[in-house]
């Protein structure tokens, strides 16, 4: 069955030229159009997409609130949210990210990008790209603990190898990429990754990530 995705930007002219990306993708189907937040949450609860593809800025209702309504308790679908920002790394991207976001994508990414973006979030992983992530996340670094702050007791529920591989989640690390790294098999970093997220009652890997900058269990900056 195809990807159903909903578009969801207050420009024309943007949501013309995804959708023609989109549509040209057998796998992928456009099943409507939301030209701000409020609106998206009308058209997720008629339309049930698996994606939403989700601008930051908007009015009457941004992206990140939306985004924290669709994803949030109570929510009337299994729709991920896929985050668009600008080239800058747009300042709502970390707030959109807590929020329930399973990702963001820069609105100048190459076709390509985006819908292997689209397929990775609606298969329920996280699209966190390192390069981005890491300068997101040091742009932002005045917001996050400085690391000496007490380490969060759900912290102490981690064995000393699930503390590993959740630094090099955050650090943006893919489960071959840790498996390497770490001398273990890939099927093994993936039962480590699932532990850490059950622990720690995390959705996916860009919230685990999140969860160990603000937690100061790795800092920006850091190797």
Request: glycine content about 8%.
């Amino acid at each position: 069955m195809a990807i159903r995705v909903l578009l969801v930007d207050d420009q024309p002219l943007l949501r013309t030229g995804f959708r023609m990306i989109l549509e040209a993708e057998q796998d992928l189907a456009v099943v409507g159009e939301a030209g701000d937040g409020l609106q998206a949450l009308d058209q997720v609860r008629a339309l049930q997409p698996d994606v939403v593809l989700m601008d930051i800025r908007m009015p009457r209702m941004d992206g990140v609130e939306a985004t924290r309504q669709i994803t949030g308790p109570g929510r009337d679908g299994p729709a991920k949210v896929l985050v668009l920002t600008t080239f800058d790394l747009d300042e709502y991207v970390v707030e959109a990210l807590r929020a329930g976001a399973s990702g963001f994508l820069l609105k100048d990414a190459p076709a390509n990008e985006l819908v292997q973006a689209i397929r990775v979030v609606a298969a329920g992983e996280a699209m966190l790209a390192p390069s981005i992530t890491r300068r997101l996340l040091d742009k932002y670094a005045t917001h996050l603990p400085s690391g000496e702050e007490p380490v969060p007791d759900a912290l102490h529920t981690l064995t000393d190898r699930e503390v590993e591989v959740l630094k090099l989640v955050a650090r943006g690390l893919s489960n071959a990429e840790i498996a390497a790294d770490l001398f273990v098999s890939e099927t093994t970093v993936k039962t480590h990754v699932g532990h850490v997220l059950t622990k720690l009652g995390l959705r996916d890997r860009v919230q685990a990530a999140v969860y160990a900058y603000e937690s100061g269990l790795v800092r920006p900056g850091a190797q």
